[in-house]
């Protein structure tokens, strides 16, 4: 079928649907949405205006919100009919709107109509654009797959798009076929690409990236030096994003907001005060990011006075009023050091309402401190509960060997359709980013890692490691909790390190959880045995094994 005929069919199957008064009743907001469509429809012009536009937005986004397909095919026809088929937030719109409506054939099929075209890059980039503010990266990158022309912008808009909602390493392809296709990319390319990079870790990633900034004389804007200060922080090069942040004299906040971040991850809050300290003697005004640092920084290595005094510096000499992730942080490091009862009064105290992340941190300093009645509080202001919710309530009553309790609420989770976060850790080996599940076998080496493992296994067995069996929250034989403990993903991911790295190596892992207690003290003994440096970033920090021993002295 030709595009215009396509078009007139469209326009036919989208006119001839009539709403159903029924589903009209019964749902309030697709009645609303029929009557805005009719409102807005009956004052369209036949001619393109801003006005216009603005009224179609408004329909499809009650459509999108309602779930309303009908009122969207209308719209759609409307869109068709009065030529407004070239604007690129409305083909975008309409294009998310089908995708909710759980019409992806339509919503395909608005893509390649608009494609077919032959779409300037100018307006392909303004609907990948629109697609991406919208949370359809999908969507987007069709949109630029089938694009007849791309410029610079077209790479930057979809690798920007991944690293907005979390494809790294997707991110990194787009780019490696960005330089393939002998295409220059610009500060912004570097600023999403150096992103994605301090996401993952990824050293050689991150090096190879530095290396190219300078080759093409990518001048280090202050966004950009704080982004390249980050990515080396996050990669686990702290005395590298120190060299780089001396090295570049700013009196941009960012940057030395990315400097003291960078080394609160890493457990070095004196450093970060000293970090502090200089800016106050620059004149450089701290702002409220820095002081989340400074307060992180202080969480991490316990310094309750020290996050007290910044907490209340804040407001007394730099105007600063402190917001709920300032509080947040006071809160994770009045729980941390078993304060909960000052924890739970500085929520109380609180100017604004507490937020559900505040709740999650005194409920998880109420599971490792054994406090399931405070932790009842905690879950009990928790209106909306996640996962981790339950599985932090549920973990604090195994602790307490309170079995049946912690059973029904594994029911709970069960019954409500609530599912665990599964712990994933990966590793860059000559490039290359390896992904590892707890208890996984889809590797296509995994015999050989399974072997190494189990020979560490043995090996930490007989100098004395003993496993910390309580970690795992099961009513379970002892050879059943050891079984567990063995084959988390970080203990998977450096048996392959150790397997494809030679003797005295350092390896270098990332975890999307917080690293449980008794993988922290098998690392410790991995490392003296092996005499080898082993990193580990996980949700909260990173952990520097070697000789035996963590460089967050066991506190994290």
């Known amino acids: 079928m030709t595009f215009v005929g396509e078009r007139k069919r469209i326009c036919s199957l989208a006119l001839s649907l009539a709403l159903s008064w029924r589903n009209i009743c019964g749902n309030p907001a697709a009645g609303a949405a029929a009557n ?85 890059f ?94 093409k004389n990518i001048t280090l804007n202050p966004i950009l030096h704080a982004a390249v200060i980050d990515m080396y922080a996050k990669c686990g090069r702290i005395e590298v994003a120190k060299a780089i942040f001396r090295s570049f004299q700013s009196n941009c906040v960012s940057v030395w907001n990315a400097m003291i971040n960078g080394l609160a991850i890493h457990g070095l809050a004196f450093d970060a005060i000293y970090v502090f300290s200089q800016m106050e003697a620059e004149s450089v005004s701290p702002d409220a990011i820095t002081f989340l640092g400074i307060l992180t920084s202080c969480s991490h290595c316990g310094l309750l006075e020290q996050g007290r005094k910044y907490f209340d510096i804040m407001r007394s000499c730099y105007s600063i009023e402190p917001q709920l992730e300032h509080y947040g942080a006071l809160v994770d490091l009045l729980g941390r050091i078993g304060c909960l009862e000052e924890a739970y009064a500085t929520i109380k105290a609180m100017p604004m309402e507490p937020d559900v992340v505040l709740w999650r941190t005194l409920l998880a300093a109420c599971r490792t401190y054994k406090n399931a009645e405070l932790g009842e509080i905690a879950m009990k202001n928790i209106s909306c509960l996640s996962s981790g919710d339950y599985v932090l309530l549920s973990n604090t009553y195994c602790f307490l060997c309170k079995w049946n309790t912690a059973a029904k609420m594994r029911d709970l989770m069960r019954i409500e359709r609530v599912h665990k976060d599964h712990g994933k850790s990966w590793l860059e080996l000559s490039g290359t980013i390896y992904h590892f599940k707890a208890g996984d076998k889809s590797h296509h080496e995994t015999v050989a890692i399974y072997k190494v493992l189990e020979g560490l296994i043995k090996r930490t067995k007989l100098e004395g490691f003993v496993p910390a069996t309580e970690c795992v929250l099961m009513d379970v034989s002892q050879e059943e909790k050891e079984d567990n403990l063995n084959h988390h993903s970080e203990r998977l991911a450096l048996a392959f390190g150790i397997l494809k790295t030679s003797p005295g190596a350092e390896i270098r892992i990332s975890k999307n959880l917080r690293t449980c207690y008794d993988c922290h003290c098998w690392f410790k003994a991995v490392s003296r045995i092996l005499t080898r440096v082993i990193i580990v970033r996980d949700r909260i920090r990173f952990h520097r094994f070697e000789e035996g021993s963590c460089s967050c002295g066991d506190y994290w």
């Open 36 to 120: 805005t469509y009719a409102r807005a429809s009956a004052q369209f012009p036949s001619a393109f205006t801003v006005e216009a536009s603005q009224k179609l937005k408004h329909v499809l986004d009650a459509s999108k919100i309602s779930l309303d397909f009908n009122s969207a095919t209308k719209t759609h026809a409307t869109i068709i009919k009065c030529g407004y088929d070239k604007d690129p937030s409305l083909i975008a719109m309409l294009m998310s709107t089908f995708v909710c409506c759980g019409h992806l054939n339509l919503a395909y099929q608005v893509q390649n109509e608009a494609t077919s075209t032959g779409l300037d």
């Open 122 to 215: 100018l307006t392909a980039n303004l609907i990948m654009a629109s697609l991406i503010r919208s949370g359809d990266v999908d969507a987007a990158k069709r949109v630029f797959s089938n694009m007849h022309a791309r410029d610079v912008v077209s790479w930057n808009t979809v690798i920007g798009g991944c690293v907005k909602t979390g494809c790294f390493d997707e991110a990194l392809r787009f780019f490696k076929n960005m330089l393939s296709l002998n295409f220059q990319p610009d500060e912004y390319t570097f600023a999403s690409v150096v992103a994605a990079c301090a996401r993952l870790g990824a050293l050689d990633h991150a090096e190879w990236v530095y290396r190219l900034m300078i080759e």
